[in-house]
């Protein structure tokens, strides 16, 4: 069964088709820069005979343009990886959140009505996704297109640590909670962790560092909090978003003169590392400049003690800690980000091998042997745990049928 896995992004597209259930990956593709400005960079690798291509300047003003490019490159006679995309089984997405949706869903108009109800809680992630989804139904309008909800993973977190300390009613009318995202990753890495050590009775944290970031106190298997809440404006710092923020700024700006949309453009777009910076939104620039610039080495202090003050916090609520892993583009890359991390945890028993943190090691094993917590890097893979979902929900109804 070949399963498409469509990761949506403000300005991206990431597939990967699959063969299921032998999990081997058939095509990867990246569309980077959607939108009108004519510069999208289109990346496409036929993983089985290792063809790849590389496109720059591209014309990819809307997801459509991206998906159609995707599927040509799929179909294309000189390295085609399936006949025609009528091949391709079900898509399965990396979908956010829906009024009262979790877990694996068919998107049929009832879950799309329920993204569009949430689209306030998270705008720019839910009109990405109900934008690429109504493409892909015009592109194959018999395929099933599932849902792999986010918020998912985090149902396990208790009603103390879940519940905001507003009138409770609010919680019963309007479902005002901590939602939590990144699920699909932190489950990957809770996996891993419990492949590589077998069996899942251990305490881990798992710190997701990237352009969005969040961390997940995972105990057996199971998450019991999370540095998301009730929106992805919460948490650590993100790219461009504020993390946690007293939201009483929110009526004293407005007192000051700004409108409602100036600050939440301030608070989304042109917060987090961007607004501490100055320089960029991505940390490989901030953190050439840091030498020179007091801005940016600010940005890299303030978004490592925030990492830090969640894995205090997480350390005690799980007390005790077995495992300390990092993931996503930044996780994965900065040496800096981790270094200046695992310095301040020595009190938790953390104890960093400075040259495997340079260059980790194939098993991604970062700290001494004896240290008492195991620091490890693991790739994100988001995309596996979607196609798994995806086929499992599609066996499960297959056999009730
Ligand atoms: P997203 O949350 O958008 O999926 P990723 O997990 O792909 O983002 O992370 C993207 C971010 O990772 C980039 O914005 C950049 O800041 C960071 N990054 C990637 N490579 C490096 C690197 N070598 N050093 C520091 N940061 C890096």
């Known amino acids: 069964m070949n399963i498409l896995v469509c990761n949506v992004g403000s300005t991206s597209l990431k597939f990967k088709l699959y063969d299921m259930p032998s999990q081997e990956a058939l095509a990867t593709a990246r569309v980077e820069r959607v939108g009108d400005r004519k510069d999208a960079?289109?990346?496409?690798?036929?993983?089985?005979?290792?063809?790849?291509?590389k496109l720059e300047q591209q014309d990819v003003p809307s997801y459509s343009a991206g998906i159609r490019l995707f599927v040509q490159y799929l179909t294309d006679l000189s390295a085609p990886v399936l006949d025609s995309i009528e091949q391709i089984d079900a898509i399965g997405f990396k979908t956010v959140l829906a009024k009262d949706y979790y877990g694996v869903h068919l998107l049929?108009?009832?879950?799309?009505?329920g993204m569009d109800a949430y689209m306030n809680i998270a705008p720019v992630h839910n009109s990405c996704y109900l934008e690429a989804i109504r493409q892909c139904r015009l592109l194959l309008p018999d395929t099933p297109l599932i849902g792999v909800f986010e918020t998912e993973f985090h149902r396990s977190i208790p009603p103390e640590r879940k519940l905001y300390s507003l009138p409770y009613e609010w919680f019963e009318q309007y479902g005002v909670q901590r939602?939590?995202?990144?699920?699909?990753?932190?489950?990957?890495?809770?996996?891993?962790?419990?492949?590589?050590?077998g069996g899942s009775a251990f305490k881990l944290i798992s710190c997701h560092l990237g352009g969005s970031s969040s961390l997940c106190a995972i105990e057996n298997g199971l998450s019991i909090d999370t540095s998301f809440g009730f929106s992805l404006q919460t948490g650590v710092m993100h790219a461009n978003r504020t993390g946690d923020m007293d939201a009483y700024i929110i009526p004293f700006l407005m007192d000051q003169g700004l409108s409602l949309q100036e600050i939440l453009q301030g608070m989304d777009q042109n917060g987090g590392m961007l607004g501490i910076?100055?320089?960029?939104?991505?940390?490989?620039?901030?953190?050439?400049?840091?030498?020179?610039?007091?801005?940016?080495?600010?940005?890299i202090s303030m978004f490592c003690n925030d990492?830090?003050?969640?894995?205090?916090?997480?350390?005690?609520?799980?007390?005790?800690?077995d495992h300390l892993v990092f993931t996503g583009g930044i996780g994965e890359n900065s040496d800096l980000v981790r270094e200046t991390v695992c310095k301040k945890l020595t009190v938790l028993g953390v104890d960093l091998d400075d040259e495997a943190n340079r260059r980790p090691p194939a098993d991604?094993?970062?700290?001494?042997?004896?240290?008492?917590?195991?620091?490890?890097?693991?790739?994100?893979?988001?995309?596996s745990v979607v196609a798994r979902k995806?086929?499992?929900y599609l066996a499960e109804s297959a056999a009730q049928k």
């Open 307 to 321: 990492v830090i003050r969640y894995i205090g916090s997480y350390y005690v609520e799980l007390s005790g800690l």
């Open 179 to 197: 939602f939590g995202y990144h699920g699909a990753s932190h489950r990957y890495i809770a996996e891993s962790i419990a492949q590589r050590c």
């Open 364 to 383: 991604g094993i970062i700290s001494k042997p004896d240290s008492a917590v195991k620091v490890h890097v693991i790739p994100a893979d988001e995309e």
């Open 108 to 113: 049929d108009e009832a879950v799309l009505a």
């Open 277 to 299: 910076s100055g320089v960029s939104n991505d940390l490989r620039f901030i953190t050439e400049q840091a030498g020179t610039n007091e801005r940016a080495a600010l940005a």
């Open 41 to 53: 960079i289109f990346h496409y690798e036929n993983t089985g005979t290792g063809y790849r291509v």
């Open 390 to 392: 995806t086929y499992q």
